[in-house]
Nanobody, 117 residues
Framework: QVQLVESGGGLVQAGGSLRLSCAASAISRSINAMGWYRQAPGKQRELVATITSGGGTNYADSVKGRFTISRDNAKNTVYLQMNSLKPEDTAVYYC???????????WGKGTLVTVSS
């Protein structure tokens, strides 16, 4: 069982920045990949960014050049630095982790990001 706790959401004006954090209860070397998804009202959950245990990253086209995902294995934590935020970035952001020992994905409860115009 892996527990994920997100933090860092909030209200920000367009053009502003926020940093999300997600702390995992499991040892990082057992987590192959971590990342962030988001779900806006009335829309499906979509991938934002992922990072592997080796540091490989992947981003949605809509956030490339604005968001940066990083990982601190010593703290079992993944971060999402969000710059140049737009109103369309407004969503609940969910952290996820793929736990290698049982091959399961785990999800956090989500943190709300609201970008005002």
């Amino acid at each position: 069982q892996v527990q994920l706790v997100e933090s860092g959401g909030g209200l920000v004006q367009a053009g502003g920045s926020l940093r999300l954090s997600c702390a995992a209860s499991a040892i990082s070397r057992s987590i192959n990949a971590m990342g962030w998804y988001r779900q806006a009202p009335g829309k499906q959950r979509e991938l934002v960014a992922t990072i592997t245990s080796g540091g490989g990253t992947n981003y949605a086209d809509s956030v490339k050049g604005r968001f940066t995902i990083s990982r601190d294995n010593a703290k079992n934590t993944v971060y999402l630095q969000m710059n140049s935020l737009k109103p369309e970035d407004t969503a609940v952001y969910y952290c996820y982790a793929f736990y290698a020992p049982n091959g399961m994905n785990y999800w956090g409860k989500g943190t709300l990001v609201t970008v005002s115009s």
